[in-house]
Structure formats: structure tokens, C-alpha cells
């Protein structure tokens, strides 16, 4: 590992709080009568209603939405036996995925324990607590049957997430490569190097979706899996022995069609690959270096198509894909196990996923990346949003339709459509942002390249390939800050150096502006001293130039002072009247948009109205459909205070320029956000759900509402100011930025800039 990287990762389990996890009431205690309802004496009440009848557990606790992730550590990661008590921060993060994922609670279990039995005892007496448990990290042969003996014992979901998680995504992988390159699974010759739990998982999965196992060569460390060996073998493998003279993995795979790679970096070669079948699919899902390099497939076979367990190449195959989703699923129906329909409808709801064609939606908070069924997107990626969506429904309805549900679902269209809106409220929005940003990152510009937030933010963004960075600084300061902060970045390797002191282009900018602001006062003298020493002059200036395609601004000095600079440089789009910004919040829960939070002080109705509009585009580019509330200290006409009636007639005008928009109001906060108080005061509401575009009154109510939201509620993550209405991508941050932030934005400015073109 990366030494920054371990620092970072180092420092990002410890602060502020050590850990992944914490347990945070769902109900309020704050007064004696709370108290006396959640615990002495009313809980007595609830225990009595589960004691008459034990389904009821799932309405009075939160069992129905519990997962347990277990591990005694014996195969942790790549890491292997290294023991429960140091894989506990892998399991607290798996644990944050089913959170982030798909709304589910987790208790991480880490089980000193080797021995088998006592392991499934340990276990299955845990029972009453979990609406399910999630094995993770348990060596095979023995995850094999203490999988099969819980789901045997217990009357919860047991799921092994390495066996079937994985054989579940490189299902759905296989049926869709073999559309692409048109063979027909019962015809192809599969070729699988590794013999662990996850490749024999995914093999009998392969064999329940119509692989014939007649068709299946296995090898592992010792070699081919064959009749009549005896070294290491198990019941298990030995379901995949085949009759044959072949005795290596080269051999195995002349005229192959598929390669499954569950092994190790590099074992197969170039040549190997020449000998397989036209038009050969490799999965090859060795972490962190897959069996063979695409680069390689790609010299030595062009017609192959390829999938690995890595990011950074197209066909990613990732657990995330499916695990939170078929858990989900099955809480959701109250399911007795995850039995083989589940798995299947899993399957094929990840593979049609992947052949449908994109949503507006998605397609916008995609954008520039191949999202189009064919050789490079043959899985879906893993943050597509539609993945809930798709997966947890299909595993609902299997397990009724298989009788495991206690719980059935009888309104599926109510079902997606709650399904759909935790999406958006889930905390991951950024992540679409950030995967367009990767395929296209542009040239951003930091104006403040001295600030050491800065710096931090330039090294996560090199790392992620999220924008090109170029730096306004001194090289000598520059040097020592980098130095002092440990990072690894450095100029001309891995970002662009604009030195004020020396570059030629600047006197070409300070003439820009001279001949820009002469008639406002400005002298020639002042224009070359300014342009020399305002950094945001000079990044405004690289990019009305075209010398840089974005630019960030404000980690020091106040708001207006930078805004100053960009409007005399670059100026607003046309069309457009003033400037505006919007700030996202991304809290527990939700995601919700406010503005106007810096620049307007007391808009009227008109000025709020372009300002709406042009957050709701801005909105759209999250791949998020704008849910707009109007706020005011007036609830649909409790006051006739001219501002109350102002932002009632902000809502005709905007419906007058867009009738698309979905907008209401004026109203209460409250109102807003919660749909049960606002059909009690106002059942006839343009809007459903929960609002996620807030519109302000004025800027007071903006930036204080923000600010104490920020604080109180969303833990600090946030993304802006996004600056509304100039001609160019530019956005003034503040002096509060933190570094979390400044990356966020400099992925929001190379999905900017590509869209603004």
C-alpha cells in the first residue's frame, strides 16, 4: 500500500470519532414521558405484545432492518488469517456499504472462535437479535458448511457474501459477455482458475443458470481438478472433477470460451489466451493485480472481452453490485433464508440492468462515461443508482413466489417508488459526479495553491484522476508546504505550476484587464500590479483565456472580494441577471440543495425566481429530478406579510417559464421535508415526497439555515458554494472549506466545464 494512502486511511478511521460505526437513537428522550415510553415501564408493553405473538418483533424493534456481520477472521480481504479482532474494521465498513447502500442497520460481530461447531452454535444462539446475518471472511472449506448448517438451524437469512455475492455478479457478467460476443451458455467450455470459495460458488451458481457442469475445468495451486486425485480435495471441488488427460492450466484452456480467474496476479500468459476460442470472454478477479493485465488481452487478443475486480478498468465485478440489495430485498418481504430463486432473480435483474437503455436521470449523472450494452459495460457500474431499484424488488418477489416470505409485498409500484427516493437521500450522490469526472477530467485551476487544504485536496484529486490540476503559487513556498504536509504531488509531473513572479502570460493578462476596466477607473499601472498579485484575477483571467476549463477560488478573504474579480473578468452568461450560489448538503438520510446561501441579501420575487431556475439546472446535473420548496415563515397563506406573498408568487412565475419543474409553496420548513405534515395543512401540494431544491426568502434564512444544518446535522459534508450564473465554470469556496469539500468541487468543475462547452 501507498504510503500517503496508509497515512490517509490511518487517519480517516481515527478522526474525529475512532471507528466506522455509531448507534444513534431513532426516537426523541427528552423529557420524563419519553422516558417512561421507551424504557420503565412502557417498554413492558412491546415485550408483551412480542411474547403474545413473535412476529410482532419486527413492529416494535428495529430486529426487521438488523444485520449481523460476522467473521472470525480465518480469511480476511487479501490479508488472510489474521485474526477477529484486527478484521474488525473491515466488517464496520462492510457494515457502512449495507448503510449507505440500502438503509440497513448493522451490528459487526468479530468471533474469537475456530472451531467449527462452536462457531454455528455461537451464531445461531443469536437468533432473536438479527433479521439476518451476513458471513464475511470465513476460510472455505468451512464457510461452506456453516453456511449450509445455520440456514438449517435458524429461521433468518444466512448469506455468504464471498460465495454468493461474488458468483451472483460474475453470473450476471458471464450471460451478459456471452450476448455480447453471441454464444450460448450450455455450448461454451469454462475454464476456472482457483478453487476457493467464491469460484466454487460461482461455479454452481453458473450451473443453476444452465452451465452444464460437463463443460466446467477446474485448476487450483496443486493443478487441474480431476477424477481420481487426491490431493486437497473435498466434496465440494469434487463436484467439478472432470475426466481428462490435462494436467495444467495452459492445457485447459486451449480452445476455452470463458476464463474465470479466482487465483492470483499474472498466472496466466499472452500465449495461454492465444489458444482460447474466437472471441473469448476473461474474467480475471484477482485483487489488487488481476490474473492478466487487460493491456495485455488487448495486444494479444482483440476480439476477447474482458472483466476484473479493479476500478480503474471497464466491466468492474464488485460485491457492492448485489449484497446490500439482496438483504434489502429480503428484510423487506421478512424472508426465512436467501434460497436459490433469490439468487437467481438477483441475476437476472443485474444482467437486464445492464442491457436497458439510460434513463434522463441517469444518463445526466452519467454523463461521458459508456454506459451504451456492449464489450466495455457489460455490468452495471456500481453506484447506478438503479440497482436498488432493480435487484431488491426482484429478490421480494422471488422469495413470496418460493414461500419464504412472512411479510409480502402487495404494492410493488409503492415499493419502487420508496426504493427510489431513498436513492436520493442516501448520501452517495457524489458519486456519479465523481465517475464523470474520472472519464474526462478538465483543467481546474486553484487559486489559493499555497493553502495547504489545497494541496491535500490536489493529492486525492491526482490520485482519483478527477481533474488536471493547475496551481497558482511560488515554486519555493510551493515546495516547502508540499514537503512539510508529506505528500508525494509535484509540479510538472502531476500538476501544472502557474508562478506569478515569472510566467510570461501574465503580461498578457494584466493588458486583458487593463483594456477591460479603463473606463472604470482602472489605470494601467494598478491593472499590472493586480494581475500580478490577485490570485483569483489571475485564475479568472487563465480562464477567460482559455487556459485553464475551471476555477476554484475562496479558501481565503471573504466571498464578495472574489466575486468581485469574477465579474470583471468573466462575467454572467447571457441571459442571465444576477449571480446566485447553492449549497448541497449531504445529511443522514437525505441530500437536500439550499439557496440563494452568499450573494443576494433580500431578492425580490422576480430575482428569486431566476435564481430557482438556474439551481434546478443545476440540480439536474446530480442526476437528480428538482423537488422545489418554497420557504417562508408563512404556510400557503397563513400570512399575507409581503414577504410570505412574495414567495407565493415566486411559484406562478416559475411554473409560467417551466411548467416541468415540480415546485411549491410558500411554506415551512417542516412542510418541506416531511409529506405527512404537509398533506395535514395542505393536502392538495404540488410536490410529493420530500422537497430536495430549498429556496430562500433572503439571504439570512439561506446562510443560516445552512450553516447550522452543516454543523448540527451533517457532520460537515457539504458541497460549495456552486457559484449560479457566470459565463465560465467558476466556483468561490470559503474560508470554512475543508478538504473533503475542495475535492467534491473540483469534481463538480470538470463535470462543469464538459457540460458548459
Given at each position: 500500500m501507498d504510503e500517503q494512502l496508509r497515512r490517509s486511511a490511518l487517519r480517516y478511521h481515527r478522526y474525529p470519532t475512532p471507528g466506522k460505526l455509531a448507534i444513534n437513537a431513532t426516537k426523541g428522550l427528552t423529557n420524563q414521558r419519553d422516558l417512561a415510553l421507551a424504557y420503565s415501564p412502557g417498554v413492558a408493553a412491546a415485550c408483551e405484545e412480542i411474547l403474545g405473538e413473535p412476529a410482532n418483533v419486527d413492529i416494535y424493534t428495529g430486529r426487521a432492518n438488523l444485520i449481523g456481520v460476522v467473521t472470525n477472521g480465518s480469511a480476511v480481504l487479501g490479508l488472510g488469517a489474521i485474526g477477529p479482532l484486527a478484521a474488525k474494521p473491515v466488517m464496520e465498513g462492510k457494515a457502512v456499504l449495507f448503510k449507505k447502500f440500502a438503509g440497513i442497520d448493522v451490528f459487526d460481530l468479530e468471533i474469537n472462535e475456530d472451531d467449527e461447531e462452536q462457531l454455528i452454535k455461537i451464531i445461531a444462539s443469536l437468533e432473536p437479535t438479527f433479521g439476518g446475518i451476513n458471513l464475511e471472511d470465513i476460510k472455505a472449506p468451512e464457510c461452506f458448511r456453516i453456511e449450509q448448517e445455520l440456514r438449517r438451524k435458524i429461521n433468518i437469512p444466512v448469506f455468504h457474501d464471498d460465495q454468493h455475492g461474488t458468483a451472483i455478479i460474475v453470473a450476471a457478467a458471464v450471460l451478459n459477455a456471452l450476448e455480447v460476443v453471441g454464444k450460448e451458455l450450455k455450448e461454451v467450455k469454462v475454464v476456472c482458475s482457483g478453487a476457493g470459495a467464491a469460484a466454487l460458488a460461482c461455479l454452481k451458481l453458473l450451473v443453476q443458470v444452465g452451465l452444464p457442469n460437463?463443460?466446467?475445468?477446474?485448476?487450483?495451486?496443486?493443478?487441474?481438478?480431476?477424477?481420481?486425485?487426491?490431493?486437497?480435495?473435498?466434496?465440494?471441488?469434487?463436484?467439478?472433477?472432470?475426466?481428462?488427460?490435462?494436467?495444467?492450466?495452459?492445457?485447459?484452456?486451449?480452445?476455452?470460451?470463458?476464463?474465470?480467474?479466482?487465483?492470483?496476479?499474472n498466472v496466466t500468459s499472452e500465449d495461454a489466451i492465444k489458444c482460447m476460442s474466437e472471441n473469448p470472454v476473461i474474467l480475471a478477479l484477482?485483487?489488487?493485480?488481476?490474473?492478466?493485465?487487460?493491456?495485455?488481452?488487448r495486444q494479444a487478443r482483440p476480439d476477447a472481452i474482458m472483466a476484473t475486480g479493479r476500478s480503474d478498468f471497464p466491466n468492474q465485478v464488485n460485491n457492492v453490485l448485489c449484497f446490500p440489495f439482496i438483504f434489502r430485498g429480503a428484510l423487506d418481504v421478512g424472508a426465512t433464508e436467501i434460497n436459490d430463486e433469490m439468487k437467481l432473480a438477483a441475476v437476472r435483474a443485474i444482467a437486464e440492468l445492464a442491457r436497458e437503455e439510460q434513463s434522463d436521470v441517469v444518463a445526466t449523472a452519467y454523463e461521458n462515461l459508456e454506459m451504451r450494452f456492449g464489450p466495455t459495460y457489460f455490468i452495471p457500474k456500481p453506484f447506478d443508482p438503479r440497482l436498488i431499484v432493480r435487484i431488491a424488488p426482484a429478490v421480494a418477489e422471488a422469495a413470496i413466489k418460493s414461500g419464504v416470505s412472512t411479510r409480502p409485498i402487495h404494492d410493488f409500484d409503492a415499493y419502487r417508488d420508496r426504493l427510489t427516493q431513498f436513492v436520493y437521500h442516501s448520501g452517495i450522490i457524489m458519486k456519479p459526479v465523481f465517475l464523470a469526472a474520472?472519464?474526462?477530467?478538465?483543467?481546474?485551476?486553484?487559486?489559493?495553491?499555497e493553502d495547504e487544504r489545497v494541496l491535500r485536496a490536489v493529492q486525492i484529486v491526482v490520485d482519483e484522476g478527477l481533474a488536471r490540476p493547475i496551481l497558482i503559487a511560488r515554486p519555493k513556498v510551493l515546495e516547502e508546504r508540499i514537503e512539510k504536509a508529506g505528500l508525494r504531488i509535484r509540479p510538472h509531473r502531476d500538476f501544472e505550476l502557474f508562478d506569478p513572479n515569472t510566467d510570461p502570460r501574465i503580461e498578457h493578462y494584466w493588458k486583458q484587464y487593463y483594456q477591460i476596466?479603463?473606463?472604470?477607473?482602472?489605470?494601467?499601472?494598478?491593472?499590472?500590479?493586480?494581475?500580478?498579485?490577485?490570485?483569483?484575477?489571475?485564475?479568472?483571467?487563465?480562464?477567460?483565456?482559455?487556459?485553464?476549463?475551471?476555477?476554484l477560488c475562496g479558501t481565503i478573504a471573504n466571498f464578495d472580494i472574489h466575486l468581485r474579480y469574477i465579474n470583471e473578468v468573466i462575467g454572467l452568461r447571457q441571459g442571465v441577471s444576477r449571480y446566485a450560489t447553492m449549497n448541497v448538503l449531504i445529511l443522514p438520510g437525505r441530500t437536500i440543495f439550499v439557496c440563494d446561501t452568499y450573494v443576494n441579501i433580500n431578492p425580490n420575487?422576480?430575482?428569486?425566481?431566476?435564481?430557482?431556475?438556474?439551481?434546478?439546472?443545476?440540480?439536474?446535473?446530480?442526476?437528480?429530478?428538482?423537488?422545489?420548496?418554497?420557504?417562508?415563515?408563512?404556510?400557503?397563506?397563513?400570512?399575507?406579510?409581503?414577504?410570505?406573498?412574495?414567495?407565493?408568487?415566486?411559484?406562478?412565475?416559475?411554473?409560467?417559464?417551466?411548467?416541468?419543474?415540480?415546485?411549491?409553496?410558500?411554506?415551512?420548513?417542516?412542510?418541506?421535508?416531511?409529506?405527512?405534515?404537509?398533506?395535514?395543512?395542505?393536502?392538495?401540494?404540488?410536490?410529493?415526497?420530500?422537497?430536495?431544491?430549498?429556496?430562500?426568502p433572503n439571504l439570512d434564512a439561506a446562510n443560516i439555515a445552512f450553516n447550522l444544518l452543516k454543523v448540527t446535522v451533517g457532520e460537515g459534508i457539504t458541497v460549495g458554494p456552486i457559484l449560479l450564473g457566470p459565463e465560465k465554470v467558476v466556483h468561490v469556496l470559503t474560508a470554512t472549506a475543508t478538504v473533503r469539500r475542495l475535492v467534491n468541487m473540483s469534481a463538480l468543475c470538470s463535470v462543469d466545464a464538459i457540460t458548459n462547452r
Open positions: 460437463n463443460n466446467i475445468y477446474v485448476a487450483d495451486i496443486h493443478g487441474v481438478v480431476y477424477q481420481g486425485r487426491e490431493i486437497e480435495m473435498d466434496e465440494i471441488k469434487a463436484q467439478f472433477a472432470q475426466d481428462t488427460e490435462d494436467r495444467s492450466l495452459p492445457d485447459l484452456k486451449v480452445k476455452a470460451d470463458v476464463f474465470l480467474g479466482w487465483s492470483a496476479a484477482a485483487n489488487p493485480d488481476p490474473e492478466i493485465h487487460p493491456e495485455i488481452v474520472k472519464q474526462n477530467p478538465q483543467r481546474v485551476v486553484y487559486c489559493e495553491g476596466m479603463q473606463r472604470k477607473g482602472i489605470s494601467a499601472a494598478y491593472a499590472t500590479r493586480e494581475a500580478s498579485r490577485r490570485t483569483t484575477l489571475i485564475g479568472a483571467l487563465m480562464v477567460n483565456n482559455d487556459d485553464a476549463d475551471a476555477m420575487a422576480e430575482e428569486i425566481t431566476e435564481i430557482a431556475l438556474l439551481a434546478a439546472e443545476e440540480v439536474r446535473r446530480f442526476g437528480v429530478e428538482p423537488n422545489i420548496a418554497l420557504l417562508s415563515h408563512s404556510n400557503f397563506g397563513t400570512s399575507k406579510d409581503a414577504s410570505a406573498q412574495k414567495m407565493s408568487l415566486v411559484r406562478e412565475m416559475i411554473l409560467k417559464r417551466d411548467s416541468t419543474l415540480k415546485v411549491e409553496g410558500e411554506m415551512h420548513g417542516d412542510a418541506a421535508l416531511d409529506e405527512k405534515i404537509r398533506q395535514r395543512i395542505f393536502p392538495n401540494a404540488q410536490i410529493s415526497g420530500e422537497a430536495n431544491l430549498l429556496v430562500m
